[in-house]
């Protein structure tokens, strides 16, 4: 009995990127698709939902990585320092 080696053509893009700008590039691939507006109604409902399970894994990714940040900016009471990002102002505590 021969078993077929995965020749599926999505086979690579099966297990969600692990790096954030990776997750990005696939959404954002994703998003061209749908705006296309060339897809079979079943072909669009399954880039939707991969869009939308990439975008829960994008928001955990960003969601650890605010916990980093205030786990560095903790001051040595434990006590967490956090301020709003805002690149434009130029303020600074």
Known sequence: MMSSGGSKP???T????????EL?????GLVDK????????????RFFEE???????????????EKKVETLL???GGDVRTAPFDAGSGQSE
């Not at 990005?24 to 954002?28: E, G």
């Open 10 to 12: 999505d086979a690579a």
């Open 51 to 65: 869009g939308m399970a990439l975008c829960r894994r994008g928001a955990d990714i960003l969601d650890r990585a």
């Open 14 to 21: 099966d297990a969600p990127p692990e790096r954030f700008d």
């Open 74 to 76: 903790a001051a040595p």
């Open 34 to 45: 749908l705006e296309s507006g060339n897809l079979p109604l079943e072909d669009g409902l």
């Open 24 to 28: 990005l590039t696939r959404l954002r």
